[in-house]
């Protein structure tokens, strides 16, 4: 942090859930208009080149909270724990008074083996904060409730039951579905249904619900430091909006569609498994597309508005003149781009994420309203919330870098690649044609200024030339003419793997000290 910036207050982190970047008019969409997100990115700096280190929801958010990379975190894929003896964010800022708090969803899958083997009351106090994955759980809500299933002590349902929405499953049966005539439910987990409304008034819908809670924190929290991670669901799936969102897009104002059919042909083998699944033959399809992305983009259109009035409340409070705001995404959404769904491959829709950071002190005033082309990646949000509070960022468990070098200076350098990881291990229609053990199906993304490599154990791997080929529709990893490139790249990617920071519970200067402080103790081995 620079010598003259005083330590930050607060830090607002916001976090969306599936956001693609190119879904934001301040990066470029010319329909989709996002005046609230865009003025922050006016206040602050925007970030080109900044990358997902999962390409699910779990293992990016846990890399994201954790500050390391998902080869050394191990929560490979969703619904995987986050080991307990692993520090995350608010396990950093907590020993120093700042309170650390969640509203939204956290994914977060919590250790309770690993907890029982340690007898750790999981109910309370340290316990329970470890099972949240180090934020207080003010308003956790991780949502996605399937059709059927009857939601019982969940906050939001309970919420929208007492607003007269009653059913078991409120946050499917009405946010997050459509009516017909009749009153038939239209599932939202069903995508036809995607142009309707859903079957509620806007203000009860989950993004202003999970605004409000985030409103509600902080005013309750005082002038007391605090750091709140707020984390909205949408546009993630279900694709359903409240009215009058539903309708604010049509077809013709979305993006045209990224694919060509030569990317059919001969095709890498994961990638082949993953177009085989269903949501990649659905969004394959233009009438899919046609409901779905409008719907989509309704979404990002209320979240934007919903920060309008989160941005207001921090003005009309005086809390934005001592908070730090960082706004971001977990990962992207294909929406039929190259013929898939969803998400988990490394294409820059999926993995490149939206970044932006404002930084309200004087000694960010240089950058003020700039973007920032230098590769970043989503584990150096934990140091640079650090190195705000003024407090270690270098500490043995990190392997992000603060960015506020970036927001005191135009033209710092970034970093020369960035890494994102996933496995294939958890998709039967990828993994069973090609036969492999679920110990080797773990893929990983190297990505420079110019080339995106994409390692698979057994399997060709996947090149793309950004430079030239800039849509990534043709994979240079099986073109005898690109080996070199291939066996430069897999090389650096073998140093960084080599790298990783291997002995967490013991900091590098103390390491140093160690051998002075065997002599200075009179442990004299080998003595004579």
């Known amino acids: 942090m620079a010598a003259s910036a005083k330590p930050i207050r607060h830090v607002l982190f916001v976090m969306c859930d599936q956001l693609r970047a190119d879904h934001l008019s301040c990066y470029g969409h010319p329909r989709l208009h996002t005046p609230h997100i865009d003025a ?90 470890a099972m949240e994955g180090g934020f207080e759980p003010y308003a956790r809500d991780d949502g996605i409730w399937p059709p059927g299933f009857k939601v019982e002590g969940n906050a939001y349902c309970d919420w929208l039951r007492a607003h007269g929405y009653v059913s078991d499953n409120p946050w499917h049966d009405f946010a997050n579905s459509a009516r017909d005539a009749d009153g038939r439910v239209l599932s939202g987990w069903e ?52 009215a009058p969102y539903h309708a604010l897009y049509t077809a013709d104002d979305a993006l045209p569609v990224n694919r060509d059919e030569a990317e059919l042909e001969g095709a890498n083998p994961v990638v082949e498994g993953y177009r085989r699944e269903l949501v990649s033959r659905n969004f394959s399809r233009d009438d899919v597309r046609r409901k779905v992305v409008p719907a989509y983009m309704g979404l990002v259109k209320q979240i934007d508005d919903q920060l309008g009035r989160l941005f207001a409340f921090l003005g009309d409070s005086g809390l934005e003149r001592d908070t730090l705001v960082v706004f971001t995404s977990d990962h992207g959404d294909y929406l039929g781009d190259h013929w898939l769904g969803e998400k988990e491959l490394f294409h820059d829709p999926i993995v490149r994420v939206p970044l932006i950071v404002c930084d309200p002190r004087a000694s960010a005033d240089a950058t003020r309203g700039t973007s920032c082309d230098a590769i970043a990646e989503c584990i150096d949000l934990v140091p640079t919330i650090l190195d705000a509070f003024g407090l270690q960022s270098s500490s043995p468990w990190l392997e992000g870098r603060s960015l506020l070098p970036t927001l005191a200076q135009r033209g710092a350098p970034g970093k020369p690649f960035a890494v994102c990881e996933n496995s294939y291990a958890f998709r039967d229609a990828v993994r069973l044609p090609i036969g492999q053990p679920v110990d080797r199906c773990l893929m990983t993304m190297l990505c420079t200024p110019r080339w995106k490599l994409v390692h698979a154990e057994d399997l060709p791997p996947m090149l793309f030339d950004l430079e030239r080929d800039p849509l990534e529709r043709s994979d240079l990893g099986r073109d005898p003419a690109h080996a070199g490139v291939r066996a430069e790249l897999l090389a650096t990617l073998f140093d960084w793997l080599r790298a990783r920071r291997r002995a967490p519970t013991i900091a590098p200067e103390s390491i140093e000290r160690w051998n002075r402080r065997e002599v200075e103790a009179g442990i004299l081995i080998g003595a004579w």
């Open 40 to 129: 922050l990115a006016a206040r602050g700096v925007r970030y080109t080149r900044a990358y997902a280190q999962g390409s699910v929801c779990g293992a990016s958010r846990m890399s994201t909270y954790t500050g390391r990379y998902v080869t050394s975190h191990g929560a490979v894929w969703n619904f995987v724990p986050l080991a307990v003896g692993l520090p995350t964010l608010g396990d950093h800022l907590r020993p120093h008074g700042i309170r650390c708090a969640v509203v939204g969803k956290t994914h977060v899958e919590a250790d309770h083996e690993g907890a029982a083997r340690l007898g750790l009351d999981t109910t309370r106090g340290a316990g329970l904060l």
């Open 191 to 242: 995508m036809r249904w995607a142009d309707r409304p859903a079957a509620i008034a806007e203000p009860h819908s989950e993004t202003p619900y999970t605004t409000d809670r985030a409103i509600d924190f902080m005013r309750e929290a005082g002038n007391r430091p605090w750091v709140l991670h707020l984390s909205y669901i949408k546009p993630h799936w279900p694709y359903v909006a409240p």
